[in-house]
């Protein structure tokens, strides 16, 4: 009888394992996919950035270029590039001094427009 108890209680152990490892198993399925989502997500918001903030740079140009009467065909590929690059560095820069005025402003309880 002893033997017999012994026998169903190893086999509720080895099932209880068995399930913990396939539980365990689709716990890192999940994580894994989870995580492989999020890194996706996070290209896609940089790609998504980096267009936003070349477009703003372009615009930029193109009107300092109409300020000063200036065509886009008087200036070669490579000085549009530079042009624009420099830009590029601005409007980040900005976006920064924005960032922390508007965190300071939150601070104390203002609001920034």
């Known amino acids: 009888m002893l033997d017999k108890i012994k026998s169903k209680a190893n086999t509720a152990i080895e099932k209880s394992k068995e399930v ?12 894994t996919a989870s995580i492989e989502k999020s890194k996706e997500m996070t290209d ?8 936003f903030i070349r477009k703003k740079a372009i615009d930029s140009i193109r009107e300092k270029l109409e300020f000063a009467q200036k065509k886009e065909s008087d200036f070669t590929n490579e000085q549009m590039r530079e042009m624009i690059q420099k830009e590029e560095k601005k409007i980040i820069k900005s976006f920064g001094i ?15 427009f």
Not at 20 to 31: C, G, L, R, W, Y
Not at 104 to 112: E, S
């Open 20 to 31: 913990a490892n396939t539980t365990i198993e689709k716990s890192k399925e999940i994580a």
């Open 44 to 51: 896609t918001s940089i790609k998504y950035g980096k267009k």
């Open 98 to 112: 924005n960032g922390a005025v508007t965190t300071i402003l939150a601070l104390f309880g203002i609001t920034n």
